[in-house]
């Protein structure tokens, strides 16, 4: 079964800092992998998605992540953040079916002034 | 346009009480879901829906039942409610084939609440 690790449950940076939100994955299979954005009090929306391809993948908002097969990682990262980052962030892989997504705990960014 | 709507935002319910949970969206997608979200497990999919006429499944679908009434409503009901189910809970839906490639679009989230 796949399983989605997310590690630090908060995470905290100042303003135009580095932002870096750690995703690692079991699957079996090569995976499909998500991060998804959940600002307060709203539904989540997608950030960005490895499914083939270039295992850079670049998504709304300045966001990117690297898909490392050998580390079973897709980190997030952003080069600067901006006040407006401050949200919950998922990561999810793909079920071997193909019928289920499975999030990480997720991460809570803060960003300070 | 409004995407994924969700009633009612807010619920709270006595142990034992019976309550459905309403979900539409209006991008004539054909996959929708039923997640729901605790502290520190992120979602988790309690029942989905490939089509119109069917469902399945998810990993926690124990105290739950659906029905895809049509393409465009997706319904959960808690028969017996339980402080366990205590949660916020997410609908969301997809263009094509349940999962895949395909980008889930969510719902605002009803926040329940059982006694």
């Known amino acids: 079964a796949q399983s989605v690790t997310q590690l630090g449950s908060h995470v905290s940076v100042s303003e135009g800092a580095l932002v870096l939100l750690r995703c690692n994955y079991s699957s079996s299979v090569p995976p499909y992998l998500f991060w998804y954005v959940q600002y307060p009090n709203q539904g989540l929306q997608l950030l960005l998605k490895?499914?083939?391809?270039?295992?850079l993948v670049k998504g709304i908002n300045g966001f990117e992540a690297e898909f490392k097969k050998s580390e079973t990682s897709f980190h997030l990262t952003k080069p600067s953040a901006h006040m407006s980052d401050a949200a919950e962030y998922f990561c999810?892989?793909?079920?071997?079916?193909?019928?289920?997504?499975?999030f990480g705990g997720g991460t809570r960014l803060m960003v300070k002034p | 346009n409004a995407g994924v709507t969700q009633t009612p935002k807010f619920q709270v319910l006595k142990t034992g009480q019976s309550m459905t949970l309403q979900c539409a969206q209006d991008?004539?997608?054909?996959?929708m879901y039923w997640y729901r979200q605790d502290p520190g497990m992120g979602l988790r999919l309690i029942y989905y829906s490939a089509s119109e006429g069917t469902t399945d499944k998810g990993e926690v679908p124990n105290g739950y039942n659906v029905s895809r009434l049509n393409k465009r409503e997706f319904s959960l009901r808690l028969e017996s409610a339980a402080p366990s189910q205590t949660s916020v809970y997410f609908c969301?839906?997809?263009?094509?084939?349940?999962?895949?490639?395909?980008?889930?679009?969510f719902g605002p989230g009803t926040r329940l609440l059982v006694l």
């Open positions: 999810a892989v793909l079920n071997n079916a193909g019928n289920m997504l499975t």
């Open positions: 490895y499914t083939t391809g270039a295992t």
């Open positions: 969301a839906s997809s263009v094509g084939a349940v999962g895949g490639q395909e980008t889930q679009y």
């Open positions: 991008m004539n997608h054909n996959s």
